[in-house]
């Protein structure tokens, strides 16, 4: 298991292969538009936390990121993560030395 910065305090499960992790995330049985914030009168921050909830009880929360960084998902909450996050995230990880 690999620890995740964020809000998260529990580890999270090593990546999985593409498609087979889906059937495990926690946001099957979520409405998807949770992932999605709008501007609908209840504001973003809103809608976001609740997303972030899904996502912390997630077993598949880190292949859900890498799926979200690897195919430059351009909305939503992916990982646990909002675009700006995840474009930070992958700022950070462009600047970071590469180990061999």
Not at 37 to 44: S, V
Not at 51 to 66: D, I, W
């Amino acid at each position: 298991m690999t620890p995740v910065s964020g809000n998260s305090a529990a580890p999270l499960p090593d990546l999985q292969p593409p498609g087979q992790w889906e059937p495990s995330a926690a946001c099957r049985t979520t409405d998807p538009q949770v992932f999605f914030p709008a501007t609908d009168g209840h504001g973003p921050e809103q809608t976001t936390e609740a997303a972030k909830r899904v996502c912390n009880r997630c077993p598949v929360r880190r292949a859900c990121l890498a799926h979200a960084l690897e195919n430059q998902e351009p909305v939503g909450i992916w990982g646990g993560l909002t675009t700006r996050e995840r474009g930070r995230l992958l700022a950070k990880m462009l600047r970071a030395p590469r180990r061999c």
